[in-house]
């Protein structure tokens, strides 16, 4: 299985702040790689899917980048609801799996 | 738009089966596929398998091959997912997602609003 790690785990921060989490794959993956946004009680929201492409209605502040084994998810500009669970998925090979999660919260 | 109506929560006691439903509407259903991923309490998240919508094939984690099930009713545009042996560490809370592809699973753009399962004695 593709092991997915995230880091950090844990991220305090303030609005406006630039915000940027990375995600390791630990074989390469391509670009098969997602991004996901979950609050607290709610279903994880897509972001950005094969690794930088903005999925519709999210937000610009939002952008993905890089390809092969490691990944970032970057929030420009952050803003009061963005503070919520993210997490990498990859898509490249089955079982589908999902990097731990980085908890984003306000400072 | 694209929703995805999921059946309400669930109690049950260990080693019985739970079979939760994900009621797809505002797309062609045949045209996709839908993940099954789960969470536990304060966890991450974790794929359980696929279904295609389009021709029924599935492809399941390794973990659950002996006791999940997943089938869809094209009629309905629903999708079901049957855990059998339940076990306390199966209390969670279980999503659809819908996937782009019919072909292969991948992605996960829209998800069912979550059906708690908890297992108990």
């Known amino acids: 299985d593709i092991q997915m790690t995230q880091s950090p785990s844990s991220l305090s921060a303030s609005v406006g702040d630039r915000v940027t989490i990375t995600c390791r794959a630990s074989?390469?993956?391509?670009?098969?790689l997602n991004w996901y946004q979950q609050k607290p009680g709610k279903a994880p929201k897509l972001l950005i899917y094969a690794a930088s492409s903005l999925q519709s209605g999210v937000p610009s502040r939002f952008s993905g980048s890089g390809s092969g084994t490691d990944f970032t998810l970057t929030i420009s500009s952050l803003q009061p609801e963005d503070f919520a669970t993210y997490y990498c998925q990859q898509g490249h090979s089955t079982p589908i799996t999902f990097g731990q999660g980085t908890r984003l919260e306000i400072k | 738009q694209v929703q995805l109506v999921q059946s309400g929560a669930e109690v049950k006691k260990p080693g019985a089966s739970v079979k939760v439903s994900c009621k797809a509407s505002g797309y062609t259903f045949t045209s996709h596929g839908i993940s099954w991923v789960r969470q536990a309490p304060g966890q991450g998240l974790e794929w359980m398998g696929w279904i295609s919508a389009h021709n029924g094939i599935t492809n399941t984690a390794q973990k659950f091959r002996d006791r999940v099930t997943m089938a869809r009713d094209t009629s309905t545009n629903t999708a079901y997912m049957e855990l059998r042996s339940l076990r306390s560490d199966d209390t969670a809370v279980y999503y659809c997602a819908r996937d782009p592809s019919k072909i292969t699973p991948g992605d996960c753009d829209y998800w069912g609003q979550g059906t708690l399962v908890t297992v108990s004695s």
């Open positions: 074989q390469s993956i391509s670009r098969y």
